[in-house]
């Protein structure tokens, strides 16, 4: 979504290409077992895309200030590149906290939600309409009319790391062929934002409130819960058994994790 805008602001912005075999297994080359697969997959595309773009351009990979992994993705992307002499290429990786103050790219990030609880046979179509015009106020419109889709096929909810969820190669192509006999809820990547920039500090009020906004005009395709809050607390209470579960063991303390943030 955020690429499709940019576009039409006369921005020369592209996706890289679907994860395949290839830029898997060249992935592979570059790391070792232990490694995160999405990060093996991001690696080996990346390094791909190098060898067929010779031309100067910039690459984006998010990071957060929260995370080790992906704090060190865009260092080590980099340190592939400097000995290949690939000084086409300046890597740019913003922190996703600073993006809570993007209004464009959270409106991207609804506008996504509302293609991906479409029907399969209609998200191309809301594709070229996004195209041709911003989601920004005829989002909720788009919404209600996803709303009005007839499914009768039973409901599974696939949530996840984004990156497996929407990798098909490094999700081993599972999930996309259940659409066949499932409509699939799929992670909503804008709660997941939500709880993040939340356990940073960020007031989300206004965010909670637009996508509150948008569950109720996607009616039975909403892949949020009635309330944010409910959730949220769930969340907590959830994490604090397992803390009490892991504490009850016979693990190390070195093992235990670090205390979560607002827990």
Not at 179 to 201: A, H, V
Request: charge should be neutral; glycine fraction near 6%.
């Amino acid at each position: 979504m955020t690429a499709l805008r940019l576009q039409s602001e006369g921005v020369d912005c592209r996706e890289l290409s679907p994860t395949g075999e290839v830029s898997l297994q060249l992935g592979r080359t570059l790391t070792r077992s232990k490694e995160y697969i999405t990060f093996t997959a991001l690696l080996g595309d990346v390094m791909k895309l190098e060898r067929e773009n010779k031309l100067p351009h910039q690459l984006v990979v998010l990071q957060n200030g929260g995370s080790e992994a992906d704090g060190q993705f865009s260092r080590t992307i980099r340190s592939h590149l400097d000995p290949k002499r690939c000084l086409q290429t300046v890597v740019v990786s913003p922190f996703i906290e600073e993006l809570y103050h993007d209004e464009a790219f959270w409106l991207d990030t609804m506008a996504g939600e509302v293609i991906m609880m479409s029907l399969p046979g209609e998200r191309a179509l809301f594709m070229e309409q996004r195209k041709k015009q911003r989601f920004g106020d005829a989002l909720i419109d788009a919404a209600r009319t996803v709303c009005l889709g007839k499914d009768q096929r039973p409901v599974l909810l696939v949530h996840g790391d984004p990156q497996c969820v929407f990798n098909s190669q490094v999700n081993g192509h599972l999930l996309s062929p259940l659409e066949k006999d499932f409509r699939i809820s799929w992670l909503p990547f804008s709660e997941y934002l939500l709880f993040y920039w939340q356990e940073n500090g960020a007031d989300i009020t206004s965010r909670r409130q637009q996508l509150h906004t948008l569950h109720t005009a996607l009616g039975s395709f909403s892949p949020f819960p009635p309330r944010f809050q409910l959730c949220n607390r769930q969340r907590i209470v959830n994490w604090e058994n397992w803390q009490a579960a892991m504490a009850a063991t016979d693990l190390p303390k070195a093992y235990m994790p670090p205390q979560q943030p607002g827990a």
